[in-house]
């Protein structure tokens, strides 16, 4: 709930280059360890759009864009992590390593920013702009997960 | 069944994303804004083409019936063109034809059965006497203009003194600056004729109609005769002398109207008192 206040309060007033928004909300669906249910991964993932569209008059396109994150991220864990399977983790750059890690959450925010700024240009008309926006956005917000897990891994 | 349920709950987090994603997608397409109006004008674009195909096939599988309501459209409407044709050919019959005449002048439509071009005084015999109305000093006209007026008249025939007359005169003015004159012909060319009297201080222009000038009983005002295509001095230098070419074609002339009852005879009797009294 502090990340979507955060995010409803600080980070929808960037726009760098006038498209370019942050969304850190994909960062609490990066966290999920590994065994969670998927259906409760992707009803958790819809919660956190709706209520992200809620405070920020999007209707419908961030929790249409979390929820696709919540489908791919059991999958994008998958293929980024070392571990066996069966066994259970967290997402962080302790269990992962820093590289493997920042390409996991870069992979699971382009998958993010790519559906939420498709859906808000929802035409081909002007796609380099898109382009910017998505891949200004999905590195930013990378950068901000980053700096989030260094920042929570020092307090803890 | 079994199976059946297994597979559902097996994939069971891909039917929630599937409702999750549609709720989603309800959410922003039922929200008055640009995906909506998008999505509405894209929709509108695929439901147009997919009509627009689905009319190409049924029209073409329709042509059969198409094209027997045309034949028989076709078919009436040809009907009715031979019906018209009929129709025009009695109302010419009933003479009633205005060569762009006022309206309260009436004609009486007559065929040229026999004309003289290539003499000094040509001569024009029309089908029409004084059986149908047809009285000498009556203006002949066609659908170009001036023909000439009549001169004699039998029963069933009229002999008509065409422009193309050496002894022919007839009032003209020039349609713009209205300055009038009298067009005299000379013996040569048939299309031909000259306008004499016309003041020198006249603006004349090449090409200027040249038309009646209603001043005699024979002609209403307005008729076309011909075109100025040159313009030199008379022999006495005081006037000018207008070269005319004359609209109507008597090599071919064909079908004719003569203006029957434009002459006042209340005008007339006027006109010959005067002259009367000026003589005594």
Redesign the interface.
Known sequence: MLLLALQISIFNQIHIGGDVTPLLIGYMLVCFQNDVS??GL??W??LT??LF?MFSNT???A??SC??L??MQPKLLKLFSTFDPNEIFTPNIQSMGLWRYLTYVFFCMLVLHTAFYA?DA??LQNWPLTLIAIGGSTAMATLLCLFSEMFVRRRK | MWSLTEFFLKH??WF??LL??V?????????D???KS??FTTANGIVGNIYSAVSSVTSYLTLTSTNRELEADNERMRQEIIHLKAKLKVANADSIVNHGLPRHYSVVSAQVVNATLHRSNNLITINRGTKDGIRPEMGVVCSRGVVGVVCLCSTNYSIVLPLVNTTSRISCRLRHSEYFGTLQWKRGQSDITYATGIPRHAKVKMGEVVETNGYSDIFPPGIPIGFVKRVEDSADGMSYLLKVGIFANFENLREVSVITDYTQPERKILEEQADSLTLN
């Open positions: 998927r259906t992707l009803v993932g819809f759009g709706f569209d209707a419908g396109m929790s249409a929820t696709l919540a489908m859906l929802f035409t | 069971k987090h929630v994303f999750l994603e709720v989603s997608l309800l959410g922003l397409f039922s929200y804004g640009y995906q998008v999505y």
